[in-house]
């Protein structure tokens, strides 16, 4: 009987156990560990032993710091490491406008470029850590100044000077990265799903992606698209197979993820408007957008088209875009006029269905035009 109750009782603990979940504890060994110095880089020939610390040409540890990850935590926000600071404010600077103050801002050794502002980079370094790294206040900084409030339209002495703008004598201009490119779509054509937090999904991405880089015993052998609300959500929680990874955010430069990328590279390639034009997400985001002014406006065409370009840029058109767009729309409506089955498939890409009260050719005409807005220059670039 008391072996059966053990049994029991085992069982019991073992199910607990199971559904459980595990923390790992961590403490410092009672011994401090070491290394090696292998003789010319050979694992077999070890040589000097060396322990825990910072390197001495790096300032070394503060004297009260123990040399463990507490210690090397301190030296990292210690008063007299620079360096911390001055790496964190020049890849800000760098997000907000697309080069930092420090070019290589992966490279602050030897091998990288010298500051374009050197003193500017100081005072923002230490403006950040006298804040308490407080990295909103540090942002609104940078983005309520002059500098970066500046037009961007280029003087033509200027741009033969300085014509990638190191010196900060006109408004940054760049390409958006691809994921926020894909948001930007989405909220536009209000579609964006704003939920915050949650399991990563997987929107629209070509059939069989992953066939050929996945093991076939893998749970990502295949690719199985989500549906309903999750295809609009932030490209934030998209699931990322790093062998695979979205086609329509890689051909906007976005990094692979099998290696650490601090700075990407901005490429302008006719695949990057390809995709706007013809992606799946992207025509799809065009039509919801067409959809919204529909419903929301029931006057004029013309009316129409300043709704949408006022939401995707939040400002009315110039008399000469709105000519064109105008001019867009009469066509489209001409060609899906003598062609009605190529307006329905149109407004059926994607996976949400089109209001069945709207007339389809107005429909399809509308989302090309919106289309045609989200391809424009300052939709892509950031100005």
């Not at 010196?167 to 704003?194: H, I, M, P, T, W």
Request: hydrophobic share 35%; charged share 25%; aromatic share 10%.
């Amino acid at each position: 009987e008391l072996k059966y109750e053990e049994a029991i009782s085992d069982q019991l603990y073992n199910h607990i156990y199971d559904q459980s979940t595990v923390s790992l504890v961590m403490k410092e060994k009672d011994s401090p560990p070491y290394a090696h110095i292998l003789e010319r880089g050979e694992y077999d020939k070890p040589g000097e032993k060396v322990f825990a610390d910072v390197p001495e040409s790096l300032g070394g540890l503060p004297a009260s710091a123990p040399k463990n990850r507490m210690g090397l935590a301190q030296w990292l926000v210690d008063g007299e490491n620079p360096l911390t600071a001055r790496v964190t404010v020049n890849r800000f600077w760098q997000n907000i406008f697309g080069t930092g103050i420090v070019a290589t801002s992966e490279d602050f050794g030897i091998m990288g470029e010298n500051p374009t502002h050197p003193e500017l980079l100081d005072w923002l370094a230490i403006h950040f850590r006298e804040s308490r790294w407080n990295v909103k206040d540090f942002l609104k900084l940078l983005v309520m100044s002059a500098t970066y409030r500046q037009d961007s339209r280029i003087d033509v002495e200027e741009l033969v000077i300085d014509p990638e703008n190191r010196y900060l004598a006109r408004g940054l201009r760049y390409r958006l990265d691809g994921e926020v490119l894909r948001d930007k779509a989405l909220f536009v054509s209000g579609s964006l799903n704003g939920r915050m937090g949650g399991p990563p999904v997987k929107p629209y991405q070509p059939g069989g992606i992953w066939n050929a880089v996945a093991y076939s015993d893998s749970n990502t052998a295949h690719f199985f698209q989500d549906h309903g609300e999750d295809l609009y959500r932030r490209s934030l929680y998209t699931f990322w197979k790093r062998t695979a990874p979205p086609p329509n955010m890689v051909v906007f430069d976005v990094p692979s993820r099998e290696n650490c990328n601090v700075r990407r590279e901005r490429t302008n390639t006719p695949l990057q408007a390809l995709t706007l034009m013809n992606d799946k997400q992207y025509v799809e985001a065009a039509r919801r957008l067409a959809e919204r002014v529909m419903l929301s406006d029931q006057s004029s065409v013309e009316r129409r088209i300043e709704n949408m370009y006022r939401h995707a840029f939040g400002s009315d058109a110039s008399p000469k875009h709105q000519a064109i767009l105008e001019e867009s729309y009469r066509k489209f409506q001409s060609s899906f006029a003598e062609q009605r089955s190529d307006a329905e498939s149109l407004i059926m890409v994607g996976d949400s269905i089109p209001n069945p009260s709207l007339n389809p050719i107005e429909l399809a005409s509308l989302t090309m035009v919106a289309n045609q807005i989200m391809n424009l220059d300052s939709f892509v670039n950031k100005y």
